[in-house]
Nanobody
Framework: VQLQASGGGLVQAGGSLRLSCAAS????????MGWFRQAPGKEREFVAY????????YYADSVKGRFTISRDNAKNTVYLQMNSLKPEDTAVYYC????????????????????WGQGTQVTVSS
């Protein structure tokens, strides 16, 4: 599976962005998907997860209620709708795919994911 993230940019605090992650291959619907982010000087951290069917989602506490992850298996694409953005949301955002079962390891840790996209920069100005 190859992943291509897009949709990043510069936005003012309180604004919104929608990130997209397009996947190649016909097995996209068999993978759960996640979004992670990495701010300058910090470790990459979990943001959101969606199961292969879209029926289950999980979020980091820092984005809960502001971000929404979704997917369209017919388009081989996963989305991250980001609302009420804050300067602390500034980071490079990465999408990732996992074939593992649904547990903390495969949902929220970097090692739980099999494939990664290249990242898209999100900058939120104050």
């Amino acid at each position: 599976v190859q992943l291509q993230a897009s949709g990043g940019g510069l936005v003012q605090a309180g604004g919104s962005l929608r990130l997209s992650c397009a996947a190649s291959g016909r097995t996209f619907s068999s993978y759960a998907m996640g979004w992670f982010r990495q701010a300058p000087g910090k470790e990459r951290e979990f943001v959101a997860y969606i199961s292969w069917s879209g029926g289950s989602t999980y979020y980091a506490d820092s984005v809960k209620g502001r971000f929404t992850i979704s997917r369209d298996n017919a388009k081989n694409t996963v989305y991250l709708q980001m609302n009420s953005l804050k300067p602390e949301d500034t980071a490079v955002y990465y999408c990732a795919a996992t074939s593992g079962g649904r547990n903390y390891y495969t949902i929220a840790t970097l090692a739980g994911y099999d494939y990664w996209g290249q990242g898209t920069q999100v900058t939120v100005s104050s």
